[in-house]
Every structure is written in C-alpha cells, then in structure tokens.
T-cell receptor
Framework: NAGVTQTPKFQVLKTGQSMTLQCAQD?????MSWYRQDPGMGLRLIHY???????DQGEVPNGYNVSRSTTEDFPLRLLSAAPSQTSVYFC?????????FGPGTRLTVL | QQQVKQSPQSLIVQKGGISIINCAYE??????FPWYQQFPGKGPALLIA?????SEKKEGRFTISFNKSAKQFSLHIMDSQPGDSATYFC????????????FGGGTRVLVKP
C-alpha cells in the first residue's frame, strides 16, 4: 500500500493563478481531509469529506474548493491564489481511527 | 482563537533526559486526544492517543497524562534519544476518533547527544 500520496511536492504560483493539489489514498478510507500548516499555528482543517459525494468546511475554508467523486481521491482547488495561501498542505485519511497523513505539498504564492 | 494551546514552542534536552510538552484545551466536548510526531519534510504520524476516561497511557518511552478537570494533557518522553528530535503536536477532536482534529501550535524538540 502506498498509503496517502500527494502531488506535487513543491509548487510556486503567482497571485491570481489557480491550481489543484492532488491527494489519493489506497486504504479504502471513507474519511479524508485537508490541512494547512503554518509556523506556530499547528495544522488547521480546511475541508473534509466523510465519503464520496459528501464534503464540508473546516476551520479555514475560504479560497479553497474540494470535491469527492471517488473514495480514493480528494483534490483541493485554489481558485485565485493569494500570498496568504503560502503554506504546507497536508492531506489525511482515516476509517474511524487515527488519521494517516500524506507527505505534504509546499506551496509558495508570489 | 486557538482551542488547543501547546507549550513550550521549543525545548532542548540532553540524551537520556525527560521531555515534557503540555497542552490545554477549551472545548469540553473533545473526547479524543492524540499526539503526532513530525520529522522535517514529512507528514505528521500518530504517536500515542488517549480518551478522557483514563488519566494516563504509556507506550514504550512515551506517556500521556490527562487531567480532565483542568482540561490539560501532557506528553512525557522518557530517556530521550537523538532520534526523538522532531516536532510534536497535540490535538483534540470530538466524536469519531481522529476526525476533524484541532491541533496545538507544535513543539520542536531537540535531543542533544
């Protein structure tokens, strides 16, 4: 099992550009989530999904969209990137137990 | 407003010493309290977790102490090793274990040989 995979590992965007961060898991987990990690603030929940076709907002959802068309994939979309979205993004999955995190995507918005 | 407050932000401990990290929470609905360990360039990994019906849980050199009345919990790393050098996060959630985690700000631990 590859576990939770994320692509790309690094990305640089210009303000106003859009992009999609990819997340996939091969553990057949129902629950998937996206967090952003900023220095001194820990990880903050952006969006989560409790199953295919079901998504909901977390603590910091503004500027991000998600969809869950399959159990395996949970992409995060930045519609119009802003410098405040410079962060490390982590995807996680679980099945009623502890969350397993991916390796992260480091995003810089200039 | 951070619902889970973690301290200290960083600490240095000698090999063989004890590392202690403290967390305090506000939401009394929280019923699952995990600790995550993160190495540079990696995602967080679950280290140990506790529920409020017990006051202490030990796994190897790692122990969680939980004080429900004070709304505080702590991680003790006994006999700290250089390989324990990492960032540690406390977290909390309610309902299903591990869902919708609220994290503390993190503690960077450096174990000197």
């Amino acid at each position: 099992n590859a576990g939770v995979t994320q692509t790309p590992k690094f990305q640089v965007l210009k303000t106003g550009q859009s992009m999609t961060l990819q997340c996939a898991q091969d553990m057949n987990h129902e629950y998937m989530s996206w967090y952003r990690q900023d220095p001194g603030m820990g990880l903050r929940l952006i969006h989560y999904s409790v199953g295919a076709g079901i998504t909901d907002q977390g603590e910091v959802p503004n500027g991000y969209n998600v969809s869950r068309s399959t159990t395996e994939d949970f992409p995060l979309r930045l519609l119009s990137a802003a410098p405040s979205q410079t962060s490390v993004y982590f995807c996680a999955s679980s099945q009623g137990g502890p969350q397993f995190f991916g390796p992260g995507t480091r995003l810089t918005v200039l | 407003q951070q619902q889970v407050k973690q301290s200290p932000q960083s600490l240095i401990v000698q090999k063989g010493g004890i590392s202690i990290i403290n967390c305090a929470y506000e939401n009394t609905a929280f019923d699952y309290f995990p600790w995550y360990q993160q190495f540079p360039g990696k995602g967080p990994a679950l280290l140990i977790a506790i529920r409020p019906d017990v006051s202490e849980k030990k796994e190897g050199r790692f122990t969680i102490s939980f004080n429900k009345s004070a709304k505080q919990f702590s991680l003790h790393i006994m006999d700290s090793q250089p390989g324990d050098s990492a960032t540690y996060f406390c977290a909390a959630s309610k309902g299903a274990a591990g869902n919708k985690l609220t994290f503390g700000g993190g503690t960077r631990v450096l174990v000197k040989p």
